[in-house]
Nanobody, 118 residues
């Protein structure tokens, strides 16, 4: 089970840190990804981290601004979002899967709303 949190209303240029807390003994073996869906748009990939945090990947629009990390001792994955822009406004979801690195996810969390005002 995944629980995403940390969203909110911020201004252009501000920062937020999203958290994705996982339950279950095997959660630390899963890759975890973040996705987002803006109103009227399809869900899009944002970032993914492999099971031990050694590998990360980002969509081009967030490279250099967002950082994904994980603390397996806390069963939590973070998405640090800096220099937020209005176009980052969306509902953000986390997902986990043994094959998450290849975009195959077994579990999805509920979304957390991020709103960036200009």
């Amino acid at each position: 089970q995944l629980q995403a949190s940390g969203g909110g209303l911020v201004q252009d240029g501000d920062s937020l840190r999203l958290s994705c807390a996982a339950s279950g003994r095997t959660s630390s073996s899963y890759a975890v990804g973040w996705f987002r869906q803006a109103p009227g748009k399809e869900r899009e990939f944002v970032s993914v981290i492999n099971w031990n945090g050694a590998l990360t990947r980002y969509t081009d629009s967030v490279k250099g601004r967002f950082t994904i990390s994980r603390d397996n001792a806390k069963n939590t994955v973070y998405l640090q979002m800096n220099s937020l822009k209005p176009e980052d406004t969306a509902v953000y979801y986390c997902a986990a899967g043994v094959r998450g690195w290849t975009n195959e996810y077994d579990y999805w969390g509920q979304g957390t709303q991020v709103t960036v005002s200009s």
